[in-house]
T-cell receptor, first 113, second 109 residues
Framework: GAGVSQTPSNKVTEKGKYVELRCDPI?????LYWYRQSLGQGPEFLIY????????DSGLPNDRFFAVRPEGSVSTLKIQRTERGDSAVYLC???????????FGEGSRLTVL | AQRVTQPEKLLSVFKGAPVELKCNYS??????LFWYVQYSRQRLQLLLR??SRESIKGFTADLNKGETSFHLKKPFAQEEDSAMYYC???????????FGKGTRLHILP
């Protein structure tokens, strides 16, 4: 079956603009995670959902970042007033259960000019 | 707070030689530990987790609670093992999974 799908694969934007990144998890996976990966670093935890609710959003760096999963499937990561430091690859992963095997998407590469 | 440390950014090993990728963690409880791997141009994927006690592609990892380590080992390296390896930890079954910074394994011919 289809794996985790992330769109767009690449996004170039200007400082101060608003950006949305979408994640389509594997069907039936209740847990969904967002990570950010900068060059030479490991995946940095941002937020995870169990169903529709954000179980832990402690990794969101500030209030410019927000994520939703309104129907317990597709999730959107929203970044307001983007800054150059937001440039990174944003990874989404889904799992059948919490702390189970994570299935990753290919990531959305965000470049803020 | 939980932390995962991978002290080596790059490890170069000759084909056929033993491999050991180090991972240390800080957490006072009983964590769940994982190794994830990313091959060139592929997605990040699970290699193994300590609760399954499996050997995957010849790799094994033993949880040492006394030393708070979960080193990844393979007795004889193969060229196809060249990849980025990430150690990861979950404090418990209901918690987030955090990753180390990764080690690039380069197998020399």
């Amino acid at each position: 079956g289809a794996g985790v799908s992330q769109t767009p694969s690449n996004k170039v934007t200007e400082k101060g603009k608003y950006v949305e990144l979408r994640c389509d998890p594997i069907s039936g996976h209740t847990a969904l995670y967002w990570y950010r990966q900068s060059l030479g670093q490991g995946p940095e935890f941002l937020i995870y959902f169990q169903g529709t609710g954000a179980a832990d959003d402690s990794g969101l760096p500030n209030d410019r970042f927000f994520a939703v999963r309104p129907e317990g499937s597709v999730s959107t990561l929203k970044i307001q007033r983007t800054e150059r430091g937001d440039s990174a690859v944003y990874l989404c992963a889904s799992s059948l259960v919490l702390a189970g095997e994570l299935f990753f998407g290919e990531g959305s590469r965000l470049t803020v000019l | 707070a939980q932390r995962v440390t991978q002290p080596e950014k790059l490890l170069s090993v000759f084909k056929g030689a033993p491999v050991e990728l180090k991972c240390n963690y800080s957490y006072s409880g009983s964590p769940e530990l994982f190794w994830y791997v990313q091959y060139s141009r592929q997605r990040l994927q699970l290699l193994l987790r300590h609760i399954s006690r499996e050997s995957i592609k010849g790799f094994t990892a033993d949880l040492n609670k006394g030393e708070t380590s979960f080193h990844l080992k393979k007795p004889f390296a193969q060229e196809e093992d060249s990849a980025m390896y990430y150690c990861a930890l979950s404090a418990n079954r209901d918690d987030k999974i955090i990753f180390g910074k990764g080690t690039r394994l380069h197998i020399l011919p």
